[in-house]
Nanobody
Framework: QVQPVESGGGSVQAGGALKLSCVAS????????AAWFRQNQQFEREAIAA???????KPYYADSVKGRFTISHDYGTTTLEMTDLKYEDTAKYYC?????????????????????????WGQGTQVTVSS
């Protein structure tokens, strides 16, 4: 089992930036894909960015974060760089990983990442943006 562990959350003023990191370890089955989801009191858990690890394709981004957030993966760490943060970005952010290649292709390349596509989840890290 690959258990992701997130770090890097915190509080920031609107317009600021934060970087979240996720390391998935503990298994011989290395992740084939990774994603960041977020959830707050108003909305269900939604995918905001996803990446197929080792495949040179465009990551997935939700419309709400395009141009502001960047997902990347390097040396076993999946990073979410967030810039121009807005009040509505306030949420708990979760890192999720998948190990099934076909499921990952569907999630990332087809641009339809869903909670069910990612079997392994971190505990989440809070991001709070003050206006």
């Amino acid at each position: 089992q690959v258990q992701p562990v997130e770090s890097g959350g915190g509080s920031v003023q609107a317009g600021g930036a934060l970087k979240l990191s996720c390391v998935a370890s503990g298994s011989r089955d290395r992740p084939k894909c990774a994603a960041w989801f977020r959830q707050n009191q108003q909305f269900e858990r939604e995918a905001i960015a996803a990446i197929y690890i080792g495949l040179n394709n465009k990551p997935y981004y939700a419309d709400s974060v395009k141009g502001r957030f960047t997902i990347s993966h390097d040396y076993g760490t999946t990073t979410l760089e967030m810039t121009d943060l807005k009040y509505e970005d306030t949420a708990k952010y979760y890192c999720a990983t998948g190990t099934d290649p076909l499921q990952c292709l569907h999630a990332v390349v087809d641009g339809r990442p869903a909670v069910s596509d990612f079997p392994f989840w971190g505990q989440g890290t809070q991001v709070t943006v003050s206006s």
